[in-house]
Nanobody
Framework: QVQLVESGGGLVQAGGSLRLSCAAS????????MGWFRQAPGKEREFVAA????????YYADSVKGRFTISRDNAKNTVYLQMNSLKPEDTAVYYC?????????????????WGQGTQVTVSS
């Protein structure tokens, strides 16, 4: 069992930056691939970024590539999402997820555990 708690969301102006954190409980965190997803009002949940259990592989949605960076610290049981050059269209609730996966994948259906989400609002 893995419990996930996101933090770091907030209100920021367009062009600004935020860093989201996702703290995980459970001794097996380091064996899980981790992903970040987001859901804007009235829209379906969409993939943002994922990282392998070792941190050696990452995968990004085209919409955030070059602006967002996913990383993890297995000693701290934490995964991060550094978000730069934020745009109003990045406004959403951001969720982290953990999956017992051998590779990084963008499909939310393959992840086993989810956090409660943190709101990110980007003003124009």
């Amino acid at each position: 069992q893995v419990q996930l708690v996101e933090s770091g969301g907030g209100l920021v102006q367009a062009g600004g930056s935020l860093r989201l954190s996702c703290a995980a409980s459970g001794r097996t965190f380091s064996s899980y691939a981790m992903g970040w997803f987001r859901q804007a009002p009235g829209k379906e949940r969409e993939f943002v970024a994922a990282i392998s259990w070792s941190g050696g592989s990452t995968y990004y949605a085209d919409s955030v590539k070059g602006r967002f960076t996913i990383s993890r610290d297995n000693a701290k049981n934490t995964v991060y999402l550094q978000m730069n050059s934020l745009k109003p269209e990045d406004t959403a609730v951001y969720y982290c997820a953990a999956g017992d996966l051998g590779m990084v994948v963008p499909s939310g259906r393959l992840y086993d555990y989810w956090g409660q989400g943190t709101q990110v609002t980007v003003s124009s």
